[in-house]
């Protein structure tokens, strides 16, 4: 049985995204994948986010997990889990500053160190018609196939591209996640 996992996320800095094009000329296959790099739409700076784990070890930060997922959820459409895992050497210590890993009562509580996800892997994802263009932001720790759990890191708004799927079926999944009371987190 593996130890238990935690971790505390301390900040998140969304990516800096353009405005959303005009897409009324642009047919939906111009966007057939989420990842969209180079594109007009496509982020031009990383998400970035740190974290404190009070179990890191110097061999192993992420002790016992052995990766992270990025999971963005987009409320009314689905999911997408970020096939890049973030390892143990994706990982960089935080110089800290005063107070800047303790706990309200100045004991320290675990080791801060910054991840992120680059640019052109931030996917820009066509949201269904009545969606909300902000996703959820969550991180799986995993060990081997076993999930350790999940935490939410925050939102960002504007991930969605709004205009590419507005048939009736995109619609009624809307309706469907509201029905079920869905609010973007799983």
Wanted: charged residues 15%; without cysteine; neutral net charge.
């Amino acid at each position: 049985m593996a130890p238990s996992f935690s971790l505390t996320i301390h900040s998140l800095t969304p990516p800096t995204l353009p405005p959303q094009p005009d897409l009324a000329s642009v047919p939906a296959t111009a966007y057939r994948s989420a990842l969209i790099a180079g594109s007009p739409a496509a982020a031009t700076s990383p998400l970035l986010f740190t974290l404190l784990l009070p179990g890191a070890r110097p061999s192993n930060s992420l002790y016992p997990a052995d990766r992270l997922q990025v999971v963005l959820t987009f409320a009314g459409t689905g999911q997408i889990f970020l096939p890049r895992m973030i390892t143990n050497a994706d990982l960089v210590p935080v110089v800290e500053t005063s107070g800047s890993a303790n706990d309200g009562n100045g004991s320290r509580t675990g080791s801060l160190y910054a991840a992120q996800v680059a640019a052109a892997e931030v996917p820009r994802v066509k949201v269904n018609e009545g969606a909300s263009s902000a996703a959820m932001v969550s991180l799986f720790a995993w060990r081997g196939e076993k999930l350790l759990g999940k935490w939410d890191v925050g939102l960002v708004e504007g991930l969605g591209l709004e205009g590419l799927k507005s048939e009736e079926i995109h619609k009624r999944r809307v309706q469907q996640w509201e029905s079920e009371g869905r609010r973007g987190h799983v």
